[in-house]
């Protein structure tokens, strides 16, 4: 692991990855399909909104590279700290936001259905293609609606994001309004009187608010 260490310290690199497909049935008993994309979505809405924050989902990633799997992987005992969780959790966002915009059921049945025919081709010699598991390819483990129901928990957790940073903004402008409107009254003011505005002064007050904020 020292020369993938170093690569990956030196060169800002991924030293070495794997993935899989792991879809979950969408008619299993009690719905495990839609709890993973409720936990989904909550988890790109705590992204979306404080980008700069670890997760604790994301932590773990973290931990797996710093310190393994007891008796199953050893890890690189090395920290990527805070910042990498971050970087980690930004590329997760930009993945997230490529698929809420572009996919959909058809596209992911299209795909199933490209990469099946193009398998099949491909081991229709095997002498093994008798048996139905073979026949399959694997592609019995892929799932296009739950692909669908992870794009649409994308989806709603974005969508989620964008309201709550919006109602923020619009929470700071108030804000800011009402510290422009509470600076404004204390400044000191010819057409008071004993502590009364005079005829008219409150209009001006007002008019010089909106200018200051503008």
């Excluded at 989904?40 to 997760?55: D, G, I, K, W, Y």
């Excluded at 805070?82 to 572009?102: K, P």
């Excluded at 957790?157 to 929470?171: K, R, T």
């Amino acid at each position: 692991y020292n020369t993938i260490q170093h690569h990956t310290i030196q060169h800002h690199t991924t030293g070495c990855i794997d993935s899989c497909c792991m879809h979950i049935g969408v008619d299993l008993p009690n719905n495990p399909a839609q709890k993973f994309a409720d936990r989904l979505e909550a988890l790109v809405f705590a992204v979306a909104t404080h980008p700069s924050e670890p997760q604790p989902d994301f932590q773990k990633v973290q931990t797996l590279l710093r310190d393994g799997i007891p008796s199953l992987y050893d890890g690189l005992m090395y920290d990527i700290n805070d910042d990498g969780v971050i970087e980690v959790q930004t590329g997760f966002l930009e993945m997230v936001r490529i698929i809420a915009e572009s996919m959909t059921l058809a596209k992911l049945e299209s795909v199933e259905r490209d990469l099946f025919n193009s398998t099949q081709r491909i081991y229709t010699s095997s002498e093994d293609h008798g048996h139905v598991e073979f026949q399959q390819f694997g592609f019995q483990c892929i799932i296009p609606q739950f692909g669908n129901m992870v794009a649409d928990a994308f989806r709603k957790g974005l969508a989620a994001a964008a309201e709550a940073s919006a109602e923020d903004a619009q929470a700071r402008v108030e804000s800011d309004r009402l510290a422009m409107r509470v600076l404004t009254m204390m400044l000191p003011s010819s057409h008071h009187h004993h502590g009364v505005p005079a005829s008219g002064s409150l209009a001006r007050e007002d008019s010089f608010e909106i200018s200051a904020y503008q």
